[in-house]
């Protein structure tokens, strides 16, 4: 299981980090992926970092803004938002590949097996 923390609404230009807590399993056996969901679109892929605080991934158009990483102690992925903009406006999943069936994340939905509830990130003024 993994469980979402850290949404909410901030202003253009703000920043936020988004929690993915894991429950039941290690990171060190899992690939984590971070999608976001904007109303009326696809899910799309954002971030995704491999056996838990390896080898991190951010989609070419979020690189510089975006930071993912994980701390195995706390069993914890964490996606850090930067300069925030409206079209980030989402519902943020994380979602876990476990145990791991590829030497590193992908961002590839049907990958994934475990998916948490969603974080609802607002940005607006």
């Known amino acids: 299981q993994v469980v979402e923390s850290g949404g909410g609404l901030v202003q253009p230009g703000g920043s936020l980090t988004l929690s993915c807590a894991a429950f039941g399993f290690n990171l060190e056996d899992s690939h984590i992926a971070w999608f976001r969901q904007a109303p009326g679109k696809e899910r799309e892929g954002v971030s995704c970092?491999?056996?838990?605080?390896?080898?991190?991934y951010v989609v070419d158009s979020l690189k510089g803004r975006f930071t993912v990483s994980g701390d195995s102690a706390k069993n914890t992925v964490y996606l850090q938002m930067n300069n925030l903009k409206p079209e980030d406006t989402a519902v943020y999943f994380c979602?876990?590949?476990?145990?791991?069936?590829?030497?590193?994340?992908?961002?590839?939905?049907?990958?994934?097996?475990?998916w948490g509830q969603g974080a609802q990130v607002t940005v607006s003024s």
């Open positions: 979602a876990a590949e476990v145990p791991r069936r590829h030497m590193l994340c992908a961002l590839y939905r049907e990958t994934y097996d475990y």
């Open positions: 970092i491999s056996r838990g605080n390896g080898t991190p």
